[in-house]
């Protein structure tokens, strides 16, 4: 099928701001908060909009949020024309390349992680695994929220039998969440860790929910209204479980969670008004890559540069050289995977020929703030995230 003749243009303006709006929270927030500056612009945002309306992190966690309810989305659809075995091959042809890349360049272009970059550490950095084990090495803290992707995407493969039942596999779906949390110091610390991962899926089983009641229709407003509601009651819980800070009006993920909600709700209600132009679909296409490597390159070019011309100066530099080295990733490894993934598992109408959207979503956007740490740890165990790591 016609892949741009299907494509829905709302996914894509919100892919595309999703990915401003966290480059604008590291580059332009986080950096100079760590080096002690304060910038003008950023002061003004804060100020007039931020803090008025409780979005956190320098709109953030709002762009992270909007990233899963995408994901929720799309994977949604695609689970719905893949064979299990396709679902999964797909995945990993499009997460592991480009990051096991980043991870490398991460490590190269920092050097505060050189001693902890062990063999074993980078092979469980590019595997993800190194969320699940103690203590902790990070090496490219913003491929936590893929650690998330991962688990949400190992979830529906083992409830793909009840794809089929949109409210089957949602309350199958929020019950493995909140089992997992309730459970989460009952086997010991990895078991823990991945808990506090497992706790951020319900974001994506909302996008699930919209898809089933807004494109697919196959559930009433009645039920997708109780779907939501135990969904945020599952998020709620996570957040007191393992989040409790970020529970109050002035720190808060929920308000955060529903202004994306919102947004997402109104951008779907405009999509036929809504024709993204040639830059927001190709920062939408690059999206993965710039979650992946915007940090490391920016954060490198900022380091050397800032004291000797400037912030401003320097901020252009910096996104001229994260340009660069996301459009040749993209060229270079991601399209090339694309098509070695098409080859290796041709596209099957699994359940009837459906429009496709993107059968590759870009997973998710970068981190504002950290998964688990020690403070949220049982005693025993220990980590080795920073909170400059997390970034």
Do not use: C
Not at 229 to 235: G, N, P, V
Not at 348 to 365: D, E, I, M, V, Y
Request: charged share 10%; proline share 7%; net charge positive.
């Amino acid at each position: 099928m016609d892949r741009e003749r299907f494509r829905f243009g709302f996914l894509d303006i919100l892919r595309g701001s999703a990915s401003l709006l966290v480059v604008w929270d590291h580059i332009f927030s986080i950096w100079p908060h760590y080096n002690n500056m304060s910038i003008g612009i950023v002061s003004i945002v804060q100020n007039y909009v931020n803090k008025p309306l409780g979005l956190i992190q320098d709109f953030g966690w709002l762009g992270v949020v909007l990233f899963f309810l995408i994901s929720g989305f799309v994977i949604t659809h695609v689970a719905q024309r893949e064979t299990p075995r396709e679902f999964i091959t797909k995945r990993i042809f499009r997460i592991y390349p480009a990051l096991s890349l980043a991870v490398l360049v991460s490590v190269a272009l920092t050097p505060s992680l050189w001693e902890k970059a062990t063999p074993s550490s980078i092979i469980s950095n590019m595997a993800l695994v190194n969320y699940i084990m103690v203590p902790q090495v990070v090496l490219l803290g913003v491929a936590w929220t893929l650690a998330i992707e991962m688990i949400f995407y190992g979830f529906v493969f083992l409830l793909f039998p009840l794809r089929t039942s949109p409210l089957l596999s949602i309350l199958a779906l929020l019950t493995l969440t909140a089992s997992t949390t309730y459970f989460s110091k009952s086997f010991g610390n990895s078991f823990f860790l991945f808990a506090v991962t497992a706790s951020y899926v319900p974001y994506l089983i909302t996008g699930q929910i919209f898809y089933f009641l807004l494109h697919a229709k196959s559930v009433r407003f009645p039920t997708a209204i109780l779907l939501l509601t135990l969904t945020y009651a599952s998020i709620l819980y996570g957040i007191s479980s393992f989040h409790p800070h970020t529970l109050p009006v002035e720190n808060s993920y929920l308000l955060s969670y529903v202004f994306a909600a919102a947004i997402f709700l109104l951008a779907f209600a405009a999509n036929d008004q809504m024709k993204p132009g040639r830059i927001i679909t190709i920062l939408s296409d690059h999206s993965y890559a710039l979650y992946l490597f915007h940090g490391a390159i920016g954060f490198w070019v900022l380091d050397r540069l800032v004291p000797v011309v400037g912030f401003y100066p320097a901020v252009l530099v910096a996104l001229a050289a994260i340009a660069l080295a996301v459009g040749l990733v993209h060229a270079m490894i991601e399209k090339p995977m694309l098509t070695l993934a098409r080859k290796v598992m041709p596209p099957k109408a699994a359940l009837g020929a459906q429009p496709a959207l993107s059968a590759f979503l870009p997973a998710a956007p970068p981190p504002v703030g950290g998964l688990p740490h020690e403070a949220m740890l049982p005693p025993s165990a220990h980590s080795a995230l920073s909170a400059k790591e997390a970034l």
